[in-house]
């Protein structure tokens, strides 16, 4: 088969790689899809970089978690992947992938494969944040960085579920961004008193924060929320951050952090359905970046590194 994988970490002009590798087999409790489309996370070049000193899991990676393709052993059967190269050694950045066959999702026909190649980190963080404490129905929920690929999801999530959904733009020109018939009132963090924006739509403060960079926000999160609220972080722009902790002490919170890769199984398998549900009734969209080639899977991830755009990058799989 065709693959890009890196033997050594580094700078990805110069440790990826594009040839051809042995098909993979497939073991017990196993399945084989034909890989059409291969989603890039931030969290596949950082393993490629050796982010935080991390070293190399496996002698040869084939990068990227996340994909859409076909399941030959299904007769055919469309699938979105997850967690392809979640401590596996080899990811969708090829023409075939190998997963533990719960990681296989059908994909409803009229869903694109580049949805479903869309889904897998994102969307499972995004549902993790949203629904880990429980139903949202009714509730009001912040969204940090709605634009973002975890953050537009948890919002649309949150929506789906019932929730009234505020959320946040790092700038005032980002306003117009927002998707209206998701985002009930979207607040900039570039405006004067952006905690008072908010308390006026939610004025005994919001029951669930979606949090992108807890070290930025934390003093504000403390101004908006609600007694025994939940901040969910799944990023912080500090590796050591500090929060104000006997304010958020005395207001009952509960700051839950999130890494991907260690949810349960069980919350995995049921943010795979509730993100195929959702999307298959038009309530799931994901904003579609640059697409590359296999060929230039180097060049996909240095456009993920660099944070240019907007959307999800894809890299195309030749058939």
Do not use: C
């Not at 929506?159 to 607040?187: E, F, K, N, P, Y």
Request: hydrophobic share 40%; no cysteine; glycine share 10%.
């Amino acid at each position: 088969m065709l693959a890009s994988w890196y033997d050594d970490q580094g700078p990805a002009a110069d440790v990826l790689h594009v040839g051809e590798l042995p098909d993979p087999v497939p073991g017990p409790g196993e399945v084989r899809v034909r890989v059409t489309v291969s989603g890039v996370n931030p969290g596949d070049t950082k393993k490629r970089r050796g982010w935080l000193g991390s070293s190399m899991p496996f002698p040869r990676v084939v990068p990227h978690s996340d994909g859409a393709g076909v399941d030959a052993r299904r007769v055919g059967q469309r699938v979105w992947v997850y967690g392809a190269q979640s401590y596996r050694p080899f990811g969708t950045a090829a023409q075939y992938t190998v997963v533990p066959d719960h990681q296989a999702v059908p994909l409803p026909d009229h869903l694109s494969d580049e949805l479903g190649a869309s889904l897998g980190i994102p969307g499972i963080t995004a549902h993790r944040t949203v629904f880990a404490d429980g139903p949202v129905d009714g509730q009001p929920v912040l969204v940090h960085g709605v634009l973002g690929g975890v953050g537009s999801l948890a919002a649309q999530l949150a929506h789906w579920a019932g929730a009234t959904v505020i959320a946040t733009v790092r700038r005032t020109a980002d306003l117009s961004r927002v998707d209206a018939a998701v985002v009930s009132h979207a607040v900039a963090l570039d405006t004067g008193e952006p905690a008072a924006a908010i308390r006026s739509y939610a004025p005994r403060g919001v029951d669930r924060i979606i949090e992108v960079a807890l070290s930025d926000n934390a003093d504000l999160d403390n101004a908006v929320a609600a007694n025994n609220a939940v901040i969910a972080a799944y990023a912080t722009r500090t590796d050591r951050t500090e929060i104000p902790f006997w304010p958020l002490l005395f207001n009952n919170v509960t700051l839950r952090l999130l890494g991907s890769d260690d949810f349960p199984a069980d919350a995995k398998r049921q943010a795979a359905r509730d993100l195929t549900s959702a999307a298959a009734v038009g309530a799931l969209t994901v904003a579609v970046g640059e697409r590359h080639p296999l060929d230039d899977t180097a060049k996909a991830h240095d456009h993920v590194d660099a944070r240019g755009g907007h959307g999800r990058i894809l890299v195309n799989i030749p058939q």
